[in-house]
């Protein structure tokens, strides 16, 4: 088993920023990718960022592209997602989510475990 716990979730001002944290913890060698998704109210689930935890290969959703930035600290166990420029659009729980394939996914059902979330409120 494989355990996400996000934080750094909060209320911001368009245009601010903020910096999410997910620290995975137990099996992490069996992890290959590490993904963001968000989930707005009333609105299906969309993939934001994922990295690959050793080759450190990133991928974005063009809503996020150019505003956001997702790393990870190996030593830490932990994967990052600075978001800047933040629109109210981009109000939602954003979820950590670890994938046990080496390829990159851009859908939740491609991954296989889950954090419980963190919200983010951008107010206008």
């Known amino acids: 088993q494989v355990q996400l716990v996000e934080s750094g979730g909060g209320l911001v001002q368009a245009g601010g920023s903020l910096r999410l944290s997910c620290a995975a913890s137990?099996?992490?060698?069996?992890?290959?990718?590490m993904g963001w998704f968000r989930q707005a109210p009333g609105k299906e689930r969309e993939f934001v960022a994922a990295?690959?935890?050793?080759?450190?290969?990133?991928y974005y959703a063009e809503s996020v592209k150019g505003r956001s930035t997702i790393s990870r600290d190996n030593a830490k166990n932990t994967v990052y997602l600075q978001m800047n420029s933040l629109k109210p659009e981009d109000t939602a729980v954003y979820y950590c989510?670890?994938?046990?394939?080496?390829?990159?996914?851009?859908?939740?059902?491609?991954?296989?475990?889950w954090g419980q979330g963190t919200q983010v409120t951008v107010s206008s």
């Open positions: 989510a670890a994938r046990q394939s080496r390829v990159i996914a851009v859908v939740g059902k491609g991954y296989d475990y």
């Open positions: 137990g099996r992490i060698f069996s992890i290959y990718v």
């Open positions: 990295i690959s935890w050793s080759e450190g290969t990133t």
